[in-house]
């Protein structure tokens, strides 16, 4: 029997498989199929904004936040309100239109991020077809916009097993959640009025692909704002310790390199035994500048806060020995005056 929904985004699901009559939550399959359609939209909505920002555009702060929201709308029990989902996707399409008005180079991008739920002569046999099905079923009490049929049809084609491939598929939707799961915090951060355009950044962009670094890093990667994955270089690591790693690496070209290592202070690094900064890239990753050619990286932790508490340490121990000095010095002194 063919599905009603399919979702298994968290641990409550069906048989430890996926939840496909009803949720295990509550979610009804029309709202899971309108939550489908949303991080659909979301992720075309996504694709315009990475492509604006590699153009130099500016994304305002509310696009970031309503690609927040959508996302952490989504997780389990956050939201079961229909119509919110239905407006929440309208407003995602429209914001997507704008944005791809501005946008100087359209080519190559995906069928998400051009769709905008106009009707065409194939959509609408379908839509009136769907609905006929629906009156027959429900009853022709409730009226529903023609947009709204769209979005209904449109919705049964987007879900997660409409990726056939299933290690694709299981890729994304780990990625897809892993996102949710931030969102989710930076939703209350916008709620309290926080907001940071390099984790916002993150919520649009293909990791494997782009990496977002802040602008205050510029001089640790020399002024590199562009750079293309290049299939000639390589990178090994060839030698691992928690605090100590090394690679060999090679690149036809100059390029950054990020490190799937945590970017925290006092990380130190040498290109063919040559000290070099280090920047943070995607809020959290480790990454420098790199030239042309073959080298041998090391890293190493090295915070200078262990070398100023062993400076402090070295002057408690000196000064307390000159105090003991002075102590039996003073004892002695006493005893020979008495004797
Ligand atoms: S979120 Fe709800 S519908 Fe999805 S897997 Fe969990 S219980 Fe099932």
Redesign the pocket.
Known sequence: MENK?F????Q???GCT??TKF?????SPDL?RMQDLLIYTTKGLSEVTTRLREEGKEVSKDVNHLITINLFTTI??ANFDDEVFYQRVKETLATKEDLLAKLANKENLSEAALWNAVSNEEMDVKVNLLSKIKDAILGSGKEESNIDKILDEKSTKVGVLATKDEDIRSLRELITYGIKGMSAYMKHANALGYQNEEIDALNDILPTETAVVDVKFKEQLKGVTEGYKDSLSTIQLTSYEPNRLVYKASTPKDGVVVFSEIYYPGWQVTIDGQPVDIARADYILRAINMPAGEHTIEMWFDPQSIHVTESIAYAALALLLIGVMLLAWTQRSKIAKKS
């Open positions: 929904m979702c298994f985004q968290c409550e699901t069906a996926g939840c949720g295990v939550c509550g979610k899971a389990t029990n």
